[in-house]
């Protein structure tokens, strides 16, 4: 089945403890893009990536980080997270530039 | 600045009735355009996309939505809403040579038994 995986689902923790949300995809999109989203202000997009070692920021890159080391997978780092980083956060990938999103399920993070 | 609009946070329409939910955007040069659907607790899933052609174009569930270059808007429209079709509806935009998406705030389409 073609699928776009995010984990964890769900995770609270505490400011300034690093952590890392995986994202995979099995359909062998170049593009992948990561996106949070916040009560009235729709979908942001942080980073996303066009193939392999190539990314680029979106609209709100502050305080994340992200990889491409392979074509499957994007992972968000958050290095030193903070209490405005709570949110609900959105991988997705897409075959080509003009092709619509794949969209995982959702992690939401709680930065106490 | 390019941006995505979505006049009305909320739409409510009764069972059976046509559904119209606005989108209009400010974009340089010719826009990819996306409507997504957001049902609880999911990610967001593709309904349809304009790339060139008609002006209509037909998704997925029955969605439609018009291109209208000149009002710069692509509103999504149904003929006969479901109760099924609550949910939170994205319009999205792809500027022309440009890899970043837009996304609208969203409308939360409520549709009434």
């Known amino acids: 089945e073609a699928q776009v995986t995010q984990n964890p689902r769900y995770l609270i923790t505490v400011t300034g403890k690093k952590l890392t949300v995986t994202c995979s995809q099995n359909?062998?999109?170049?593009?992948m893009s990561w996106y949070r989203q916040d009560p009235g202000l729709g979908l942001r997009q942080i980073y996303y990536s066009m193939n392999v070692e190539v990314t680029d920021k979106g609209d709100v890159p502050e305080g994340y980080k992200v990889s491409r080391k392979e074509k499957r997978n994007f992972p968000l780092i958050l290095e030193s997270p903070s209490p405005n980083q709570t949110s609900l956060y959105f991988c997705?990938?897409?075959?080509?530039?003009?092709?619509?999103?794949?969209f995982g399920d959702g992690t939401r993070l709680s930065i106490l | 600045a390019q941006s995505v609009a979505q006049p009305e946070d909320q739409v409510n329409v009764a069972e059976g009735n046509p559904l119209t939910v606005k989108c209009t955007y400010s974009v340089s040069g010719n826009p990819y355009l996306f409507w997504y659907v957001q049902y609880p607790n999911r990610g967001l899933q593709f309904l349809l996309k304009y790339i060139t052609g008609d002006n209509l174009v037909k998704g997925s569930y029955g969605f439609e939505a018009e291109f209208n270059k000149s009002q710069t808007s692509f509103h999504l429209k149904k003929p006969s809403a479901l109760v099924s079709d609550s949910a939170l509806y994205f319009c999205?935009?792809?500027?022309?040579?440009?890899?970043?998406?837009?996304f609208g705030k969203g409308t939360r389409l409520h549709i009434l038994p």
């Open positions: 999205a935009v792809r500027p022309f040579r440009d890899d970043k998406i837009i």
């Open positions: 359909m062998n999109h170049e593009y």
């Open positions: 997705a990938s897409r075959r080509g530039a003009n092709q619509p999103q794949h």
